[in-house]
């Protein structure tokens, strides 16, 4: 079992940048893959970024390609997500998944465990 907690949304401006952040707490987090979620009024959550184990792989949807950076820090149980130059369309709930494994997915079926948000709002 492992719970999660987001932390670092906010209000922004277009252009701006935010660090979410994700801690763990209960089993050892190097055990899980984590990632990256988000979910608009109205819309379905969809996929952001994952990381591997380890931090060794990432991947990204192509809305943030070149503009968001997802990364872990073990020793502080930790998973980041950093986000420039933000656009309007990117104001949702973030919402970090883990799952047992090394590997990450894009699927949120494939994710047991879920943080309970946090919001994120870019102005124009």
């Known amino acids: 079992q492992v719970q999660l907690v987001e932390s670092g949304g906010g209000l922004v401006q277009a252009g701006g940048s935010l660090r979410l952040s994700c801690a763990a707490s209960?089993?050892?987090?190097?055990?899980?893959?984590a990632a990256w979620f988000r979910q608009a009024p109205g819309k379905e959550r969809e996929f952001v970024a994952h990381?591997?184990?380890?931090?060794?792989?990432?991947y990204y949807a192509d809305s943030g390609k070149g503009r968001f950076t997802i990364s872990r820090d073990n020793s502080k149980n930790t998973v980041y997500l950093q986000m420039n130059s933000l656009k309007p369309e990117d104001t949702a709930v973030y919402y970090c998944a883990a799952r047992i494994g090394s590997r990450g997915s894009e699927y949120t079926y494939e994710y047991r465990y879920w943080g309970q948000g946090t919001q994120v709002t870019v102005s124009s």
């Open positions: 209960g089993r050892t987090f190097s055990s899980y893959a």
């Open positions: 990381i591997s184990w380890n931090g060794g792989s990432r």
